[in-house]
């Protein structure tokens, strides 16, 4: 709950023929990456998208929209991870982007999934901020630098157990790192992985 421009960050399941009804948001930047099976969303606007497990998505809410989410499976679970990000600039046009990205790629390095800029990888956002997913061997380490010095980090382990800048971390933990430039990482168990998030504590 609220890392700076961060407000949310939800970890949910989904059974299936399950889902989330109707709900309002309001200028909000809204990624979400399943980790398990295939996620519909349908909005007020008559949209409706499938984000598939290996993709990821951003939507672009102004005042106005509903959104509602979906396991229209018949027997797999749908798992996934979804921000809520406070844009620098409000009432900006609706918009959906999505994008696959390759698992093997985040193999003990981190996998960039967002940016502030539409010519960089993964899909953009209104907003000063990178985020990077990673899947590590045990015992492995890595260091990862702010793209922004302005910036600050908030980790967030999905799988597995690890630890962060000498804190011990387990599965579904969440650390919040501030005025520290370099985040140093070691998996202490197999197949760990991470969502690394860099955002502003402060709107400009």
Known sequence: MRFGVLP??????????KGFGTYPHDNMKTPSIPLEGDLENTDNMGNTAVIRNGDVQVM??????????????????????????LPIKRDVTPRYDQVPLKAGKRHNTPQQSRSPNA???????????????GSFDKDFRATHDLKDKRN???????????????IALNQRDGLGVQKAPTL?????????????????????
Not at 119 to 133: P, R, T, Y
Not at 152 to 166: A, E, Q, R
């Open 8 to 17: 949310v960050l939800t970890d949910d399941t989904v059974d299936p023929g």
């Open 60 to 85: 672009s809410a102004v005042t106005g929209i509903r959104l509602a989410e979906y396991n229209r499976g018949k027997e797999q679970l749908v798992w996934f991870l979804q921000m809520r990000v």
């Open 119 to 133: 010519s960089e990888k993964g899909v953009w956002i209104h907003q000063n901020a990178w985020f990077h997913l």
């Open 152 to 166: 600050d980090m908030h980790v967030f382990v999905f799988i597995g157990d690890s630890t962060g800048n000498g």
């Open 184 to 204: 140093n990482f070691t998996a202490n168990s197999e197949g760990g992985q991470v969502l690394l998030m860099e955002v502003l504590i402060t709107l400009p």
